[in-house]
């Protein structure tokens, strides 16, 4: 078996391009962009979707420490190499850029070789699984600003945030004081939420076990934790990391909010007892130094409050949801009227933004320094519930204290 390995290793590799890209450095509005993925799951399939959909583009390259989905890869585009070692994939020279689409714990492995490889970088969420690997991150980025860093926040890149910065640009809204966010879901009976099964194959001889690991603590190969790494505070955020972060970073982007001067996370697993250690219902608030109280809450047992956020000011509420609205406090705004959002966009915009962005040089949708302050909220949030304390950021020292 492992000899077989081997040889799908060699057999996989051999499907690298020839050297046809364009010089490394700003490309012109319709030069073809050749790209890799680092991550071929559920989600780096859904981003290679989005990124075929852009216009003048290559995928070229796939690399993953599981041989399934490299042949499960070669179903979308039959013509590019294959890599169980991302730095073979990285090693190709004529790869302009990659997405990351690996567990939460590899970000900054696969970031900071990635960029040190100079590639531009499509960084999936959340960007830094601790403040430690967003540092590290940050260090290797400032030494190659002409790289593009995209997080892949993509809410930042509909349209419903042209329509929150044209409310909040109307002064309509007034002194902004909290915003209230939910997350809820529910599936049927026995479908646990993010639940994935343990198939044969998925065993040492095809996948990379300590690849995988990377500098997660070392552990005796395990199918479960592999396939289910979200369930694992080795490897996961949790919910905070799956989807606090994009509610986030939506706001930290149009109010301009820093990383939390406190941060107080409640909860546990409350209706899955299925060995995961992240919690299924949760609340989480958030002091900000602008004064303004951020507070999320979230659960995997009832739908009915649904994905929605409300930006709560004294003249106004910004009210999103499906759609966002602006609807006037009257007790200050009496002849204020209710405005609707309206603005549209596809939903690969911010894959496209990303790569119009590698071509002008221009600041992305969802920049590092963006994808850092939601980094360091989320983990002061897993931090205060796993030590069952208030995380105060220091903003000095650029620490959790």
């Known amino acids: 078996?492992?000899?077989?390995?081997?040889?799908?290793?060699?057999?996989?590799?051999?499907?690298?391009?020839?050297?046809?890209?364009?010089?490394?450095?700003?490309?012109?509005?319709?030069?073809r962009?050749?790209?890799?993925?680092?991550?071929?799951?559920?989600?780096?399939?859904?981003?290679?979707?989005?990124?075929?959909?852009?216009?003048?583009?290559?995928?070229?390259?796939?690399?993953?420490?599981?041989?399934?989905?490299?042949?499960?890869a070669k179903a979308l585009v039959p013509n590019a190499a294959t890599y169980l070692d991302h730095r073979r994939l990285l090693d190709d020279k004529t790869i302009d850029?990659?997405?990351?689409?690996?567990?939460?714990h590899l970000h900054c492995e696969h970031f900071v070789n990635s960029i040190e490889a100079g590639k531009h970088v499509y960084q999936e969420k959340t960007m830094a699984f601790t403040v430690e690997h967003a540092k590290r991150m940050r260090a290797a980025y400032q030494q190659a600003p002409k790289l593009t860093v995209q997080v892949g926040h993509q809410g930042v890149s509909s349209?419903?945030?042209?329509?929150?910065?044209?409310?909040?640009?109307?002064?309509?809204?007034?002194?902004?004081?909290?915003?209230?966010?939910?997350?809820?879901?529910?599936?049927?009976?026995?479908?646990?939420?993010?639940?994935?099964p343990v198939y044969p194959d998925m065993n040492p001889e095809n996948i990379l076990w300590n690849s995988f690991l990377g500098e997660a603590p070392k552990r005796e190969f395990d199918a479960n934790r592999y396939i289910n790494w979200r369930y694992f505070w080795d490897y996961s955020g949790g919910n905070v990391y799956e989807n606090m972060c994009h509610q986030l970073s939506f706001w930290y982007k149009a109010l301009n909010l820093q990383i939390?001067?406190?941060?107080?996370?409640?909860?546990?697993?409350?209706?899955?007892?299925?060995?995961?250690?992240?919690?299924?219902?949760?609340?989480?608030?958030?002091?900000?130094?602008?004064?303004?109280?951020?507070?999320?809450?979230?659960?995997?047992?009832?739908?009915?409050?649904?994905?929605?956020?409300?930006?709560?000011?004294?003249d106004g509420t910004i009210s999103k949801g499906q759609s966002i609205r602006y609807l006037p406090q009257k007790v200050n705004r009496p002849d204020g009227v209710e405005l609707l959002g309206r603005t549209t966009a596809p939903a690969n915009?911010?894959?496209?933004?990303?790569?119009?962005?590698?071509?002008?040089?221009?600041?992305?949708?969802?920049?590092?320094?963006?994808?850092?302050?939601?980094?360091?909220?989320?983990?002061?949030?897993?931090?205060?519930?796993?030590?069952g304390r208030t995380m105060r950021w220091d903003p000095k020292k650029e620490q959790i204290v």
């Open 1 to 31: 078996m492992i000899d077989s390995r081997r040889k799908f290793i060699g057999t996989m590799a051999t499907g690298l391009a020839t050297t046809l890209a364009s010089p490394k450095g700003v490309l012109g509005a319709n030069d």
């Open 33 to 72: 962009i050749r790209m890799g993925i680092i991550g071929i799951g559920a989600r780096g399939t859904e981003l290679v979707h989005w990124a075929l959909a852009c216009p003048n583009l290559d995928f070229v390259a796939f690399a993953d420490v599981y041989t399934k989905r490299l042949e499960d």
């Open 97 to 104: 850029a990659v997405i990351i689409a690996t567990p939460q």
């Open 159 to 196: 349209g419903q945030m042209p329509d929150a910065q044209s409310f909040l640009a109307t002064g309509y809204v007034g002194k902004i004081t909290a915003v209230h966010m939910h997350m809820y879901r529910n599936t049927p009976h026995g479908k646990p939420q993010w639940a994935r």
């Open 260 to 314: 939390p001067k406190a941060v107080t996370m409640t909860g546990g697993v409350y209706l899955w007892k299925d060995g995961r250690e992240v919690p299924d219902t949760m609340n989480v608030s958030l002091e900000h130094p602008e004064d303004i109280l951020v507070s999320w809450d979230s659960g995997f047992g009832n739908n009915q409050l649904g994905v929605t956020e409300d930006v709560l000011g004294d």
């Open 349 to 387: 915009a911010h894959m496209q933004n990303f790569l119009d962005c590698i071509r002008s040089g221009k600041e992305p949708a969802c920049p590092f320094e963006l994808g850092f302050r939601v980094s360091i909220a989320c983990r002061m949030s897993v931090d205060s519930y796993r030590q």
